[in-house]
C-alpha cells in the first residue's frame, strides 16, 4: 500500500517482482532423493518397503510364471511337469467358457459383434472432439439395447423390436461414419449437412433391417444358456444403465413437497437398503412367480436384471440426494427467479452441479454393483464366477480353483480399477474453479 | 405513498397487509406498500428487520401466511404456477450473486433466454452480449463464476436478470457481500439502470445511492414499515426516533 508521508507528496508504489518458489527442481533424480531418501530414516523405510514387497512377489511370480504350466491335457499332467507352479492349461482349455459361459460356439461371433457395436458406439463419449456427446449417451441408452437383444436372444421378434433394431442400426451407421470423418480430419460442424442428405439412406436402412429379419432369424439362443464374464456384463451393465435414473427419480422423490410422493420413495429406497442383495434376488427368482398367475412365464434373467437395478436404484438415490443437499438453496432460488419451473431447474441448475458433486460416489457405487453381480451364481445363473467352479467338478481339471480365481480377480480388478481412474479423469474434466 | 418526484401512472406492486410468520417468528407485520411503474424505491433498516423478507416475497420466495400482492393488477395468489409466471416479470439480484458456477458467464445469460423464452442460440447470445456490454464485463464471457472477482460476479448477476426483460428489478443488498473497492462498480451499473425508467426494489445500506437515485425510501424496523417518503424527507428529516437513530449509526459508521 502506498504510505501517506506528506499531504502535498505521495510516493508511487512498486511492487516487489515475484520469485520463484524455493527448492523446485525439475529433475526426476532430485525428485526422486527429495521424496524417498530425504533422511536416514526416510531411506530405511523405502528399503525396508521394497525388501518386503519382493519377499511378497517372488513366489506369487514364481508360481504364476516361472513354474507355471501352459498346455497340458489334463490336471495330473500339470502336476507331472510343475507340482507347485500355476496350471494355466486348465483356465485356457475353459478360457472360452469363462469369457462366454455355455452361449453355442458357432454363435459366439454374435457377442463380439454386440461388444464391437458397443465400444464404437460408446466410444465418442470418450473422444474430447466428438460434438452432441449427451446424444450419443442418450442414444446408447435407449437404442443400444434395441440391437443387443436382437443379436443376443436370436429367434423372432415382433415389429416393435424390430423397429427398434432398425432404428439402432441406423445410429450406430451415423456414429461410424462420424468417427470416419474425425479420424479422416474433417470437422463436425453443428447440422452438418453430410448428416443431411445420408438422410433417406439411414431411413433406407432403418426399414431394411426391420425387413432383413424376416429372412434373416437368427437361432434363439435361451438366457439359461448365457454365461461367464459377458453375463456378468450384461448383468452389470444394465444395472448400472438403470440404477442412475432411478436412483435420481428416487432422489428427488425423497425430497418433493408431496407427502404422498415423499413417503413412497422413502419406504422403497429405505426397505430395499435394510436387505440383503441376495434376499432380494431370492424373493425375485423365487417369491415373484407365487404372487403371479401361472400363464405369466417369467425368465430369470429379467427378474435378476429388474431386482439388481433397483436394488443399485435404491443405493444411488442416497447418493444423488447427498449431492442435492450439498447445491446451496440460492441456486434453486436464482433459477426461480428467472422463471425456471420444477424440472428446468433440475435439469439445467441443481442436477449438473450435484451430480458431478457425486461422481467418486457414484462411481463407488457403479463398481460394488459390478462386483455384487457375482451373487447371482447363488440363484444358478452362470456368471464368470459359477462357470469358474464348473470348471473344478470338471473331471479333467478336479479341484483347479485356485488359477481361474486369479483370472477372475483379475479380469474384476481391470475393470473396477478403470472405472475409478476414469472418475478420477472426468472429475478433474468437469472441474470448474471456485 | 406516492412518490412526489416523477409522474407515475400505473401499479407495479401492491401489497396488501402483508404478514409472515417464520414458524413463532413473526417477521413481517401488516405491510401495506404500492410502487407505481417506473419508481425506485430503497428499503433500508437494521438488520433483521425483515426488508430482504419482504423483497423475497414480492417475487414469492418466501410463502407469506396473511394478505396479498399485485404485481402490475394481477394477484399473486399462493400456487405455483401463478408465481412462475409472474416472476417472468421480475428480475431479482441477490446478495451472494447466485450464479451457477458449472455455466460460463454467457450460459449464466443465455440460459433462461434458451429454456424459458425458447430463443435460438444466436439470438440468445447475441442478446445476453449487448447487456455484458452494458454492465462492463463482455471480455470475461467464456470465463466461469469461480474465476472472477465479486464486483463483476454481481455485474454479471444484474446483466442475468435484465437479460430477461423484467419490468420489475429487485435487488436484494446488492453491495452488501462487496469488498469497498468493488462497491462502486456494482453502484453506478444501478445507478445507470435507475436512469433508464426501471421500476426498482432495493434493499441496502448504500444512503449515498438512495440520496441520488431513490424515489422513495422505506425505513423498515422489527417487522414493520416505520415510515415511507421522497428520499430527503425521510433521509433528511425522518419523523420518527426510531429512523433518526438508525441514520445516526449508519452515517457515524461512514456508510454514507
Known amino acids: 500500500m502506498t504510505q501517506q508521508s506528506d499531504h502535498n507528496k505521495l510516493k508511487t508504489f512498486v511492487p516487489i517482482p515475484a520469485r520463484p518458489a524455493p527448492g523446485a527442481s525439475n529433475s526426476w533424480l532430485a525428485h526422486l532423493r527429495q521424496q524417498y531418501f530425504s533422511t536416514v530414516l526416510s531411506s530405511a523405510l523405502t528399503v525396508t518397503t521394497l525388501f518386503l514387497f519382493y519377499l511378497l512377489m517372488s513366489p506369487l511370480v514364481d508360481w504364476a510364471l516361472v513354474k507355471a504350466v501352459w498346455s497340458a491335457a489334463d490336471r495330473k499332467e500339470c502336476y507331472s511337469v510343475s507340482p507347485d507352479g500355476a496350471c494355466w492349461a486348465g483356465v485356457i482349455h475353459w478360457f472360452n467358457n469363462i469369457i462366454y459361459g455355455r452361449y453355442p460356439s458357432p454363435e459366439i461371433w454374435r457377442i463380439n459383434l454386440v461388444f464391437v457395436a458397443l465400444v464404437l458406439w460408446a466410444s465418442p463419449i470418450f473422444i474430447n472432439r466428438f460434438p452432441h456427446k449427451v446424444m450419443v449417451f442418450l442414444s446408447l441408452w435407449l437404442a443400444f439395447p434395441g440391437l443387443a437383444s436382437y443379436l443376443l436372444l436370436g429367434g423372432e421378434h415382433g415389429l416393435l423390436t424390430q423397429l427398434w433394431f432398425g432404428i439402432a442400426c441406423a445410429i450406430l451407421t451415423i456414429i461410424v461414419l462420424a468417427l470416419i470423418w474425425l479420424v479422416t480430419g474433417r470437422e463436425l460442424a453443428p447440422g452438418h449437412s453430410a448428416l443431411t442428405r445420408l438422410k433417406l439412406p439411414l431411413l433406407a436402412l432403418t426399414i431394411g433391417a426391420c425387413l432383413g429379419q424376416q429372412w434373416l432369424i437368427l437361432e434363439a439362443v435361451e438366457t439359461t444358456r448365457w454365461g461367464g464374464l459377458f453375463l456378468t456384463l450384461v448383468i452389470a451393465s444394465v444395472a448400472i444403465m438403470m440404477a442412475l435414473p432411478i436412483g435420481i427419480l428416487l432422489a428427488l422423490g425423497r425430497r418433493s413437497e408431496l407427502p404422498v410422493i415423499k413417503y413412497l420413495a422413502i419406504t422403497f429406497i429405505e426397505l430395499v437398503r435394510s436387505v440383503p442383495l441376495i434376499t432380494v434376488l431370492f424373493m425375485a427368482v423365487t417369491m415373484l412367480p407365487f404372487f403371479l398367475p401361472n400363464s405369466v412365464e417369467l425368465d430369470k434373467l429379467g427378474q435378476v436384471l429388474v431386482a439388481i437395478s433397483l436394488f443399485a436404484g435404491a443405493y444411488m438415490a442416497e447418493n444423488v440426494r447427498g449431492g442435492l443437499q450439498a447445491i446451496a438453496v440460492g441456486q434453486t432460488e436464482a433459477a426461480k427467479s428467472l422463471g425456471m419451473n420444477y424440472w428446468q431447474n433440475m435439469i439445467f441448475i441443481v442436477l449438473p452441479q450435484a451430480l458431478r458433486l457425486m461422481i467418486p460416489n457414484i462411481v463407488t457405487s457403479f463398481i460394488s454393483t459390478l462386483k455384487d453381480t457375482t451373487l447371482v451364481s447363488i440363484i444358478g445363473l452362470f456368471d464368470i464366477l459359477l462357470m469358474a467352479k464348473n470348471m473344478a467338478i470338471d473331471k479333467k481339471w478336479l479341484d483347479l480353483h485356485t488359477e481361474p480365481l486369479v483370472l477372475i480377480a483379475s479380469i474384476f480388478f481391470v475393470l473396477c480399477y478403470g472405472m475409478s481412474q476414469y472418475s478420477l479423469y472426468l472429475e478433474r474434466k468437469l472441474q470448474w474453479s471456485h | ?256
Not at chain 2, 32 to 60: F, Q
Open chain 2, 1 to 256: 405513498m406516492e412518490s412526489l418526484t416523477k409522474e407515475h401512472n400505473a401499479t407495479a406492486i401492491a401489497l396488501k397487509g402483508i404478514n409472515l410468520w417464520f414458524d413463532d417468528f413473526h417477521a413481517l407485520k401488516d405491510i401495506d406498500l404500492t410502487v407505481a411503474s417506473g419508481e425506485i424505491v430503497v428499503i433500508c433498516g437494521p438488520s433483521g428487520s425483515g426488508k430482504s423478507t419482504l423483497v423475497r416475497c414480492i417475487n414469492h420466495l418466501e410463502q407469506y401466511q396473511q394478505g396479498q400482492i399485485e404485481i402490475f393488477d394481477q394477484s399473486l395468489a399462493n400456487k405455483k404456477v401463478a408465481s412462475q409466471i409472474i416472476r417472468q416479470d421480475i428480475g431479482m439480484v441477490f446478495q451472494h450473486f447466485h450464479l451457477f458456477p458449472h455455466l460460463s458467464i454467457l450460459q449464466n445469460c443465455t440460459l433462461g433466454l434458451m429454456h424459458i423464452k425458447g430463443m435460438e442460440q444466436q439470438q440468445a447470445d447475441d442478446k445476453a452480449m449487448v447487456l455484458l456490454e452494458r454492465v462492463g464485463v463482455a471480455e470475461l464471457a467464456e470465463k466461469f463464476p469461480g474465476q472472477i472477482s465479486g464486483g463483476q460476479k454481481q455485474r454479471v448477476a444484474i446483466a442475468r436478470a435484465l437479460v430477461m426483460e423484467p419490468k420489475i428489478l429487485l435487488l436484494d443488498e446488492p453491495t452488501s457481500a462487496l469488498d469497498p473497492e468493488m462497491i462502486k462498480e456494482v453502484l453506478d451499473v444501478m445507478i445507470d439502470l435507475a436512469g433508464s425508467g426501471m421500476t426498482m426494489v432495493c434493499v441496502t445500506h448504500e444512503i449515498g445511492f438512495a440520496r441520488r437515485v431513490a424515489d422513495t425510501v422505506v425505513f423498515m424496523a422489527e417487522g414493520c414499515i416505520v415510515e415511507t417518503g421522497p428520499a430527503q424527507q425521510v433521509l433528511g428529516s425522518p419523523q420518527w426516533d426510531r429512523t433518526q437513530e438508525f441514520l445516526a449509526h449508519v452515517v457515524s459508521n461512514g456508510a454514507a
